[in-house]
Every structure is written in C-alpha cells, then in structure tokens.
C-alpha cells in the first residue's frame, strides 16, 4: 500500500481511472481533512506487471484528460 497526492480532484481521478478499468485506490480526504489531495493505492503480489503497469497507464490517461 501506498498513498499518492494530486493536483487533481482525488474522486474525479478514481472516477476516470475505473472508466479506464481499474479500482484506482480510496480518496483519504473522507478521514482527514488534510490528506483531501490524497488516493491511498494497494497492490497485491497477486497483480502482474502487466496489470500494474495497466494501472499506470490508466492514472496517466486519467490525469491527462482532467487537466
């Protein structure tokens, strides 16, 4: 698990990541104020690379089309 922040909006991006196919994380800014800009991701050894870099691509993708 890890946490990420963001210029963009947390629910906007997980929203554009799952059009994308993919559980994009949880927006922690429901818990705390102060990680409002903050996606929490968890990977498992499940997960290939082909998959994780499948989710990459899908943040990137995501990102690109918000801004």
């Known amino acids: 698990e890890f946490v990420i922040r963001t210029s963009v909006d947390p629910a906007?991006?997980?929203?554009e990541v799952g059009l994308r196919g993919y559980h994009g994380g949880i927006a922690l800014g429901r818990?705390?104020?102060e990680l409002a800009d903050s996606i929490l991701i968890a990977v498992t050894e499940k997960r290939t690379s082909r998959e994780i870099d499948g989710?990459?691509?899908a943040y990137a993708d995501a990102i690109e089309h918000l801004r």
């Open 12 to 15: 906007r991006l997980l929203t």
């Open 31 to 33: 818990w705390d104020p």
């Open 55 to 57: 989710l990459v691509d």
